[in-house]
């Protein structure tokens, strides 16, 4: 299997080259990404629990799935690619927010992307891939943003930075 490439990007979002993910991650470098929020019909917001064998953050709470786009696939196409192969089911999603963030991670690698947050809505269990998540949950917004205050050890760094970016865009 060869390994994944990333988009590396300007601060535009134009595309300036691919690079294995794990180099970028390494390098720091800023490369295009997406993370999905999926919400039930309550306005929950499904969450993940990574799985306890992930290369890092393994067993930390965050968003419903993320990941990178592959050269020439949209934001959509690939926020729906990743929610089945993660999740094990399908969702429209829609393209809301974009920004850059960055967060170094404690075994020397670093996320530098520029993320777009794709929202859908889905009311049913998901089919997880152990690969990829232990559990899941639903939570309120509100919810989230207190246990964060009170727990942040529990939650990924992106989750911390893109929950907090998503929420003051929909508290606007």
């Known amino acids: 299997m060869t390994e994944e490439k990333v988009i590396l990007v300007n601060q535009k979002d134009e595309p300036i080259g691919l690079m294995p993910k794990m180099e970028a991650h390494e390098k720091g470098l800023l490369h295009r990404a997406f993370s999905v929020f999926i919400f039930n019909e309550k306005n929950e917001l499904m969450l993940q629990q990574r799985a306890l064998s992930k290369y890092h ?7 419903t799935c993320c990941s990178h786009q592959r050269e020439g696939e ?17 969702a429209e999603l829609e393209d809301t927010i974009s920004f850059i963030y960055k967060a170094p991670f404690d075994n020397g690698l670093t996320e530098h992307e520029f993320d777009h947050i794709l929202v859908g809505n889905y009311n049913e269990e998901p089919k997880l891939n152990p690969e990829e998540a232990e559990d899941w949950k639903w939570m309120g917004l509100e919810e989230v943003a207190k246990d964060m205050e009170v727990n942040p050890s529990v939650y990924t760094e992106w989750f911390k930075i893109i929950f907090d970016k998503y ?6």
């Open 74 to 90: 949209s934001n959509i196409a690939a926020g729906k690619r990743r929610l089945q192969e993660e999740m094990g089911f399908s």
């Open 57 to 63: 953050s393994p067993g930390l709470w965050t968003n």
């Open 167 to 172: 929420y003051q865009s929909i508290q606007r």
